[in-house]
């Protein structure tokens, strides 16, 4: 199988900032992808058509669904239409992005249309305004938004975010910082920095906030943060161990992991009674809950048979029932949007990787090829699942579509980066 290396080198900043470089490497097949040409003219001079382009042809790129051809290579300003739909045909390309940004009466904007080559009509037209508070990338991830919806019938995620932990090596000690940024790699603030450990950030139902574990008071408590405005607030009064948070997707509890006379169990927090029950009690650890969908169910991690396992437990009334059987160890749960199915972290026997288990077929499928991998993440259409791994001994990030198309590694240059969790 043909395979396609893209280098991007990128830079991130951060609130201090200062920077770190980060590498992406995009490693697709070829086969199958659909090809697809984009071009944008430019009459206005506030907004440059390359930057458009970069973004969208990199998006669509990315996705695994498609082979970006040269534009340039052929005449895209023929009025007839049967003659433009040919020449683009001739080139290669099956749809054809055309957008042009101009100025009308003091105001820019920018109109696309997508162009169904082999139909040979128009399957998209929108026109965008544009101003001085207009975030090219933002817009420009839209537009791939509604062109990859339009052709595959899949919701995209280009506007989506990421958040993971990085670890900064200095002379005598080490950083830890709580990154936000875009699918892509661009547009990254570290919003929390600390000399003590910050572990396991997950996002509120709305991505407004972020939740996380630091032990800057020297012991493992969850902490949330409002995006917005930067505040921090503890979850749980007192000095008591708190870990593993997860929000329910109706935004009113969050579960996570306590010690109960030295043995971890999981509690539920609800938020406007401020109220705490026990969820879990058994002989075993019982540890990393992820919410069902509907905020009925909760899976878990659990070693009560000997060896960690993945459980499922009603919210209200029910017994757990344990689901993974396959290999010796499956842990850290996360489940699809559309409650399908689970990712998580499997061993077989031949070291710690990301498979996604079918709730329905009781299927297991391994997807990923390291020996470290960890901390899987559904994107929100399912069709990707980004996790930690390790390369030459150090954490990268990766991203890797269900079908094994394209995997894609984040690498910050200088840094560990681990835990990565994409917002809903």
């Not at 470089?21 to 992808?33: M, P, Q, V, W």
């Not at 009459?43 to 042809?57: G, H, L, Q, R, V």
């Not at 391994?366 to 991998?373: E, M, Q």
């Not at 994107?379 to 094994?404: Q, R």
């Amino acid at each position: 199988m043909k395979k396609i290396i893209l280098l991007l080198i990128v830079q991130l900043f951060i609130t201090s900032k200062s920077y770190s470089e980060l590498t992406i490497k995009i490693d697709r097949a070829e086969i199958g992808a659909l090809p697809i040409m984009v071009h944008i003219n430019q009459d206005s001079k506030n907004y440059p058509a390359k930057e458009f382009k970069d973004i969208i042809e990199n998006d669509l790129y990315g996705s695994g669904y498609f082979n970006v051809l040269d534009s340039l290579k052929v005449k895209n300003t023929i009025k007839n239409k049967s003659t433009q739909y040919a020449l683009w045909n001739l080139a290669g390309a099956n749809y054809f992005l055309k957008a042009d940004i101009y100025s009308n009466a003091g105001k820019d904007f920018i109109k696309f249309e997508l162009h169904n080559v082999i139909k040979k009509n128009i399957t998209i037209s929108y026109k965008i305004n544009l101003n001085e508070k207009s975030n090219i990338r933002k817009i420009s991830h839209t537009i791939s938004n509604v062109i990859f919806e339009d052709i595959t019938g899949i919701k995209g995620i280009f506007d989506t975010k990421i958040a993971y932990i990085s670890t900064e090596k200095l002379e005598n000690r080490k950083i830890y910082k709580l990154h936000v940024a875009d699918i892509d790699g661009f547009n990254s603030v570290a919003i929390y920095k600390s000399s003590k450990q910050l572990m396991s950030p997950t996002w509120s139902p709305k991505n407004d906030k972020i939740a996380y574990v630091s032990f800057e008071n020297n012991r493992p408590q969850i902490f949330i943060q409002t995006l917005s405005t930067g505040e921090r607030i503890k979850l749980l009064d007192g000095n008591k161990s708190s870990s593993a948070p997860a929000w329910s997707p109706n935004e009113k509890f969050m579960a996570y992991t306590s010690s109960v006379n030295g043995n971890l169990e999981i509690f539920i927090y609800n938020f406007s009674k401020k109220s705490i029950s026990r969820f879990t009690n058994s002989i075993g650890i019982d540890t990393e809950a992820e919410w069902g969908p509907k905020s009925k169910k909760i899976y878990f991690t659990s070693d009560r048979s000997g060896r960690p396992h993945i459980y499922s437990k009603p919210v209200r009334r029910g017994n757990a029932k344990r689901l993974t059987f396959d290999g010796s160890y499956n842990a850290d749960a996360n489940v699809s949007s559309d409650g399908k199915f689970l990712s998580i972290v499997h061993n077989g026997g031949n070291g710690h990787k990301i498979a996604i288990y079918s709730l329905d077929d009781k299927y297991l499928k391994v997807i990923s090829k390291g020996r470290l991998d960890e901390a899987p993440s559904f994107a929100p259409n399912n069709k990707m699942v980004l996790f930690a791994s390790k390369k030459l001994h150090k954490g990268i990030l990766v991203a890797t579509s269900n079908d094994g198309r394209i995997r894609k590694e984040i690498e910050l240059v200088g840094e560990d980066v681990r835990e990565p969790i994409w917002s809903h």
